[in-house]
Every structure is written in structure tokens, then in C-alpha cells.
């Protein structure tokens, strides 16, 4: 096998050593072109179809990218072999994903429920997969378990000490995994929030005498710019009302499909009976699942008789008769807590089934979190206590949206702000503090 060049859109030649591209060439890393990075993001923003695979290569050149820097700019702080560790690591982060990725990851829709990591580290363990075998073969039984324990965050392994760093370039706050999926989504849903340099950050980015990253003063406008733009794509993409929607639709869909067959009302076969009812879910099994099959499956379930499964479905399939967003800005679970009894009689009363027209989603974010594992400058301190902007990001935003059907939106709204009335002078105060 030779040593290859793959063509991505975002970091144009990814340079790929022949040893590596045989864990790419394994059928359970070929799985994830086969499992949307956005999951039901193209719903709104329909070029969002791009994949875990091609995200998990643009991580794999990041790690490559900051882990050469580190070695030309601190000669000595990383050897070749754990260079490597850290860029097979940075491919492999994303192995155990289940089909549409985070939304699916959920006891209801598995029978058999894992969360991603567990799965994608029993595949990288098993020596019955494809990709455990190749993996043991490449890197050898010793390395393959300092993979593991720098992947754990461990300090040693077999004696050998482990920096911190390691770890921190595959998953902290400044990450080569956010550092790729920032771009590449803003990139594949056209979102236009700025951006930032990930050349840049990755330039700025230093070692300190605890072995843990940290950022030159002079790399702090690009820390900003990251953190801005992680801001504005949760605001703007991530956390889109039609997508936070289309999200609720299809788990509901699947968990109503899995309900319906435990009854014997539906009957499921090859994966999807898989997935939803099988209560020891191999590791092959697991890996053989992806988007495809429940794409295929919601054409069927579209067409089945009981009103709610087939409501899901055809709603996602034809993009139309979506509920509708109550119009409070601002509304907070608490606030939405004192009139959903009344929300509930409301849509009963007008002939709607409370349990599935009623449908809410929780936004609970922080453009930034300081914590021990923050972002931290040379001096020491917390990028937020350098900037004022930073700062202002770590304000906490917390709020639902609450789903019904259009024909009683207007009504809903009404219902629910007379109730909370009594509270507008602590909403907003809410806002000013988030302002």
C-alpha cells in the first residue's frame, strides 16, 4: 500500500502515511461516510450533509498540523512516536458514533445502549474487528495501550509518563475536533458568523512546565475569534429552532416505531429490528448500523397506520406541517413550567393529543467555561480574565422552545404569557445580564 493524498474542501491535501490509511481502509472507519456529522441539520440547511468521516480526517490533519508546530517551536517536549499517538487518536475519536450521531445516542431508540465512547473503544479493543486488528498491527500491543491511556487522560502507561498536552490536543476546550467541526459546518451550512484562524490558534499554542497547552498573549485576538464563532454557530445552527425540531421528530419516531413493535403492531427486520430491539447488540452488529437504513425505514413507517408514527415520519420525509415555536423569547423552563398544565388541558381540549402536539427542547449553554481545564495564557491565568469579551461569553443562557401544532400557536402564546406576566421584570433582568 502506498502513502496517500485525500482532497478535502476545508484543509485541502490531507496527507495520509500508507500504515495509516489502512485504519481508514477498515470497514468501521469507512462506516462514518455513512453517518451525517449534523444529523438532521439539513432539514435547514440543506448542503449540511457532510459526514463524521470526513470530519474525523480534518481532526486527523489538525493533530498533525499543531503537533509539528509544537515540535519545530519546543524541540524535545514531543517525540515522533507519540506525535503519532496523539494524530491516530484524533482520527479515531468519533469510531463509536451510532447513526445520526449525538441524537441518536439515547436509551430510547437502543435496546442495547452505549454511549459513543464505550462503543467506539470495545471496536478499537475487540480483536474480532477489523479496524482492532489493524490498529494492534500498526502500532503493537505496547503502543496501542499508550493510545488508550493518553485517550483516557491517564498520566503513565507502563511507567511511561503521559503530558497532559496529549490528551488536550484531541479533546479539551481548544481542541483540533472543535477546531474542525467549527469550520467545516459554518463551511457546509453557509452560516456567515466570521470565523476564526485555526493556523493562527494552532501557532499561538505552547507547552508550559506542567505539560499542559497554553496560548502566547499574542494568540489571544484568534482565542476570541474561536470562542465568538463556537458562540454564534450554537446560536445560529446548532441550537435552530427547525433543527432542534427535526431532532425531536425523528427520536420520537424511532422510539414510537420501537413501542409499536415490543406490542406487535410493527413489525422490523435487518438493522432497525437491530437497533431498536435487540437487547445484546453485538460490536459487529453495532458497527453494521447507519443513516441510511432509518432513512429507508422512514419511508416505510410513513405509510403505516398508526397516526403518530406516520405523522413523525411524513413530516420529515415532505418537510411540511412542522409545529410551530411559541414567539417568547426568552422563555425559561422555569417560567414554561407554571402553564404547561395549562398548555396540556389547552391542546386536549382542541382535539390535539397532549403527549406527542406538546413537544419542548432545553437550551442550556456558555459560550465558555473556565474550569481546570480551560483555556489558559502564558502568564497562567484564564483567558477570561484577559478579555472582557471571553468574559462576557461565560454568562449562562438557559431557555426552552415549546412546539405545537399552528392552528392553536396563537392561543398557546396567549395562555402563556398571561401566566407569566408576573415575571417579566425577572426576565428581564434575565436578558440584560445576557446583553
Given at each position: 500500500m502506498r502513502d496517500r493524498v485525500i482532497r478535502d474542501e476545508i484543509h485541502r491535501d490531507v496527507l495520509v502515511p500508507a500504515h495509516h490509511a489502512r485504519i481508514i481502509d477498515t470497514h468501521e472507519f469507512q462506516r462514518l461516510r455513512n453517518i451525517q456529522q449534523l444529523s438532521t441539520c439539513e432539514f435547514v440547511f440543506p448542503s449540511a450533509t457532510h459526514t463524521r468521516f470526513a470530519h474525523s480526517l480534518g481532526?486527523?490533519?489538525?493533530a498533525g498540523e499543531l503537533t509539528s508546530s509544537l515540535q519545530e517551536v519546543q524541540p524535545g517536549l514531543l517525540s515522533d512516536s507519540d506525535a503519532e499517538l496523539v494524530q491516530i487518536g484524533a482520527l479515531l475519536h468519533d469510531i463509536g458514533h451510532p447513526p445520526y450521531s449525538h441524537l441518536l445516542e439515547t436509551p430510547e431508540v437502543f435496546?442495547?445502549?452505549?454511549?459513543?465512547?464505550?462503543?467506539?473503544?470495545?471496536?478499537?479493543?475487540?480483536?474480532d474487528s477489523e479496524i482492532g486488528q489493524v490498529l494492534?498491527?500498526?502500532?503493537?500491543?505496547?503502543?496501542?495501550?499508550?493510545?488508550f491511556a493518553l485517550l483516557d487522560g491517564q498520566q503513565e502507561c507502563n511507567?511511561?509518563?503521559?503530558?497532559?498536552?496529549l490528551k488536550e490536543i484531541i479533546s479539551s476546550q481548544l481542541d483540533v475536533d472543535r477546531m474542525d467541526y467549527m469550520i467545516r459546518d459554518q463551511a457546509n451550512t453557509g452560516a456567515q458568523i466570521g470565523g476564526f484562524d485555526s493556523a493562527r490558534v494552532i501557532r499561538a499554542l505552547r507547552v508550559?512546565?506542567?505539560?499542559?497547552?497554553?496560548?502566547?498573549?499574542?494568540?489571544?485576538?484568534?482565542?476570541?475569534a474561536y470562542l465568538v464563532t463556537r458562540y454564534h454557530m450554537y446560536n445560529q445552527v446548532y441550537f435552530h429552532k427547525v433543527n432542534m425540531l427535526t431532532q425531536s421528530y425523528l427520536v420520537r419516531m424511532l422510539a414510537r416505531a420501537r413501542q409499536l413493535a415490543q406490542s406487535g403492531v410493527l413489525e422490523l427486520d435487518g438493522e432497525i429490528h437491530e437497533m431498536l430491539l435487540n437487547e445484546s447488540l453485538t460490536p459487529d452488529q453495532y458497527a453494521s448500523l447507519h443513516d441510511a437504513h432509518i432513512k429507508v425505514a422512514m419511508g416505510r413507517f410513513a405509510n403505516h397506520s398508526d397516526e403518530i408514527l406516520s405523522g413523525y415520519a411524513s413530516r420529515l420525509l415532505a418537510r411540511r406541517d412542522y409545529h410551530k415555536s411559541l414567539r417568547i423569547p426568552s422563555l425559561t423552563t422555569e417560567m414554561f413550567a407554571m402553564v404547561k398544565d395549562e398548555i396540556t388541558a389547552h391542546l386536549s381540549q382542541q382535539g390535539f393529543d397532549a403527549e406527542h402536539d406538546l413537544i419542548t427542547a432545553s437550551i442550556r449553554k456558555r459560550g465558555y467555561m473556565p474550569y481546570e481545564q480551560g483555556i489558559i495564557l502564558e502568564d497562567g491565568r484564564d483567558a477570561a480574565e484577559h478579555s472582557p469579551l471571553i468574559r462576557s461569553l461565560t454568562q449562562s443562557d438557559e431557555r426552552i422552545l415549546v412546539f405545537v401544532p399552528e392552528q392553536i400557536r396563537d392561543s398557546c402564546e396567549a395562555l402563556v404569557r398571561a401566566k407569566t406576566k408576573p415575571s417579566q421584570s425577572s426576565l428581564a433582568m434575565f436578558d440584560s445580564a445576557n446583553s
Open positions: 481532526a486527523y490533519f489538525l435496546a442495547t445502549f452505549h454511549s459513543h465512547e464505550h462503543w467506539g473503544r470495545i471496536l478499537l479493543e475487540s480483536e494492534a498491527d500498526v502500532l503493537g500491543e505496547e503502543r496501542k495501550q499508550r493510545l511507567g511511561v509518563p503521559i503530558a497532559p498536552f508550559n512546565d506542567e505539560g499542559r497547552l497554553y496560548v502566547k498573549t499574542w494568540g489571544l485576538p484568534a482565542i476570541e
